[in-house]
DNA sequence: GCACTAATACTCGGATAAATGCTGTCCGAGTTATCATGG
DNA sequence: CCATGATAACTCGGACAGCATTTATCCGAGTATTAGTGC
C-alpha cells in the first residue's frame, strides 16, 4: 500500500523530464536533483531502472544526460510503478499460497488483487502527458 | 502495493470466525491454525491488535478464544488493513513532503493518493459476511 | 454431596532475534564534448 | 586553419553499509474452566 521512495522518485524524475520533452537536449541529474530535491546519487540508479524499462533513454558523455524513450502520452504511472518495483510482486502471496488448500484464503486472494487491480486501473489512467500539462497550466480547474 | 502477511494472516483469521459467527462457543486460536495454516504464535499478536481496534473480542481462560465484535456485515476487508497497518500510513511520503516546495511533486502525490483511494474503496465495498457466504456456497457463480 | 485445591488451557503482552528489503553512498570504468596546443 | 591530445563532464554498474521493518518465536503472567481430594 505504501510506494517504496524509488518508485516517487522515479515519477518525479519522469515528470521532470516530460517538461523537457521538447528540447533537443537531454536532461542531466543534477538538474533534476537541484529542482526536484532528489539524492543524486541514488536516482543514478533510480534512472538505470527505467532505462532498462525502455522508458528513458540516455546519452552519454559530456553533454549527455537522459530524455524519455517514448511519448509523454504513452507513459502511465503504473508503467513507472511496474518498472521499478518489477511486475512480479504479487498483491497476497500469502493467500494465494494457502488458497492452493484453503478455499476461504483462495477468495480473499481474489479480493486483495480484485483491489489492486482497481488501483493499477487509476495508474494507468494518469499519463506523464496529463500530469506535464496540469502542471504548466496552474491546475485551479481541477480544485472545482 | 504489497499485503504484509500480518494482515493476510488477519483477514483470513477473522473469516475464519465470520464462519462461526452463530455459534455460542469462541473459537480457539489452535482451530484456525489448523484449519488455514496459519503460525500460532504470530496469529496471537495478530489477534491482539484486531481486539484494540475493536474488531475481535476475547473470552479468556480455558474455553476461552475469540470471536467477531460486531456483524460481520460491518466488517470490511478496509476495516482490517488499517486495523493491522495503522491509518497513519501515508501512501506517498516522499512526494508529500517534496509538495511543499515542488508543483511537479505535489501533483504526484494527489495522484498516488487518488490510486490508493480507488483501492480503499473496492476494499470498503467487501464485507466479511459477503466472503463467508461465497465460501459456503461454492461460488460457480461467480465465475461466469 | 460439598468445599477447597491443583492442574490445565487459554489469552495477554513484552522482549528478542533472524531475515529481508530499503535507502543511500562510493568507486572505478566507459564515453563524449570541449579546449588547448603545436604544426 | 587543422589535427592531436588532454581534460572535464557525464553515464554505467556493481559493491556495500546503515537502518528500519517484517516475521516470527519465546517466556512469564493473568484468568477461567475442569478435575481431583478430603471432609
Redesign the interface.
Known amino acids: ?3 517504496s ?1 524509488r518508485t ?2 522515479a ?2 524524475a519522469a ?2 523530464l516530460a ?1 523537457h520533452w521538447q528540447a533537443e537536449e537531454p536532461v542531466r541529474i543534477r538538474e533534476i536533483c537541484a ?4 539524492p543524486a546519487r541514488f536516482l543514478v540508479h533510480i534512472l538505470l531502472r527505467l532505462k532498462h524499462a525502455g522508458i528513458v533513454a540516455s546519452v552519454r558523455g559530456a553533454a549527455g544526460g537522459y530524455r524519455l524513450a517514448r511519448h509523454p502520452e504513452e507513459i502511465t ?1 503504473e508503467d513507472l ?1 511496474v518498472a521499478i ?1 518489477g511486475p512480479g ?7 494465494v499460497a ?1 488458497g492452493q ?5 483462495g ?2 486472494a481474489e ?2 488483487e ?3 487491480r ?6 494507468r489512467g ?1 499519463t506523464l502527458a496529463d ?1 506535464a500539462a ?2 504548466r497550466s496552474g ?1 485551479a480547474m481541477y480544485y472545482i
Chains 1, 2 share one sequence.
Open positions: 500500500m505504501r510506494l521512495a516517487e522518485y515519477a518525479i515528470l521532470e517538461r529542482a526536484q530535491g532528489v504511472l510503478r518495483e510482486t504479487d498483491v497476497a502471496p500469502v493467500s494457502l488448500r484453503s478455499r476461504l484464503a477468495l480473499l479480493s486483495w480484485a483491489a489492486a482497481a488501483e493499477a486501473d487509476v495508474l494518469t500530469l496540469r502542471c491546475d
